[in-house]
């Protein structure tokens, strides 16, 4: 599945496009595929009313605005719950995605011969 990024170009509210701009750089950081929807664009009103319908506003009532993050067609929430999942280091368990496997670590051997030059020239300068 793609992880569905739905925003509005469309705002003049600063938080949302902090929100926005926010999430996009993480996903990139992470190399996490994604698709963006903005549901200010007249061609995605499927889109917008999909994503309406299966997100949940902070209040109820109220309509649920962007930034909303689905996998898929599965909701994982809204921008305080991606924040919440970045802190808590859960990030791709919030995507629903598989962790990605950490980076294999060396395990060369390092054999340190001969003193450091700092060492030497403090050895040199107590001889002095």
Same mark, same amino acid.
């Given at each position: 599945?793609?992880?569905?990024?739905?925003?509005?170009?469309?705002?003049?509210?600063?938080?949302?496009?902090?929100?926005?701009?926010?999430?996009?750089?993480?996903?990139?950081?992470?190399?996490?595929?994604?698709?963006?929807?903005?549901?200010?664009?007249? +061609?995605?009103? =499927?889109?917008? #009313?999909?994503?309406?319908?299966?997100? /949940?506003?902070?209040?109820?009532? %109220? $309509?649920?605005?962007?930034?909303?993050?689905?996998?898929?067609?599965?909701?994982?929430?809204?921008?305080?719950?991606?924040?919440?999942?970045?802190?808590?280091? +859960?990030?791709? =368990?919030?995507? #629903?995605?598989?962790?990605?496997?950490? /980076?294999?670590?060396?395990?060369? %051997? $390092?054999?340190?011969?001969?003193?450091?030059?700092?060492?030497?020239?403090?050895?040199?300068?107590?001889?002095?």
């Amino acid at each position: 599945m793609v992880i569905k990024v739905y925003l509005s170009s469309v705002s003049s509210n600063t938080y949302m496009k902090k929100s926005q701009s926010s999430i996009i750089d993480i996903l990139d950081m992470h190399k996490v595929n994604y698709e963006l929807i903005d549901i200010a664009d007249p +061609t995605n009103e =499927e889109q917008k #009313k999909f994503m309406r319908a299966n997100s /949940k506003p902070k209040e109820e009532g %109220k $309509v649920p605005l962007p930034p909303q993050v689905f996998n898929g067609d599965d909701y994982c929430g809204d921008y305080e719950a991606f924040e919440n999942a970045l802190e808590q280091n +859960t990030l791709f =368990e919030f995507l #629903k995605l598989e962790s990605p496997s950490p /980076k294999e670590v060396s395990k060369a %051997k $390092v054999t340190v011969t001969g003193a450091h030059r700092s060492e030497e020239a403090e050895t040199a300068g107590d001889a002095q």
